[in-house]
């Protein structure tokens, strides 16, 4: 199967729209797919992604998106960097606490997005922005 991108480097989004968002999505899809990442994992680094490019644009103001094949030597898997100028994370204890949510909607928030990938880091400084890089392996 030809993917139409080159898995060999990052490819990167912008995250500046709704059509964004869902690019992002089909992005994700599309190298979980090419590393032969299970259907269930598939889904659900496609669904963390959904989330967290979402905060990007809703509480960042937009922002940007790499997504890219990583290998530890005995599994590969996708890694993708979420970076925005926004605010930052005031609060981010809180932000992580299971059921947090400043939108009022039914969002997973960043712990349900942390419950889905099997690595999840995220760096944010009030005034500065939020970067947060998540990781879903092979099983």
């Given at each position: 199967m030809t993917t139409g991108i080159d898995l060999g480097r990052p490819q990167a989004q912008a995250i500046r729209s709704d059509e964004d968002v869902v690019r992002v999505r089909q992005l994700v899809r599309t190298v979980a797919v090419a590393v032969k990442l299970s259907l269930v994992?598939?889904?659900?680094?496609?669904?963390?992604?959904?989330?967290l490019a979402r905060n990007t644009l809703v509480y960042g103001g937009g922002?940007?998106?790499?997504?890219?094949t990583a290998d530890n030597g005995v599994r590969r898997g996708v890694r993708i960097v979420f970076a925005d100028s926004g605010p930052g994370i005031a609060d981010l204890d809180l932000a992580l606490t299971d059921g947090y949510t400043t939108g009022g909607g039914l969002g997973l928030g960043l712990s349900g997005a942390r419950r889905l990938v099997d690595e999840f880091d995220i760096e944010t400084a009030v005034g500065k922005g939020t970067r947060i890089t998540v990781t879903k392996w092979s099983r």
């Open positions: 994992d598939q889904t659900k680094l496609v669904t963390a992604a959904s989330e922002g940007n998106v790499e997504v890219m």
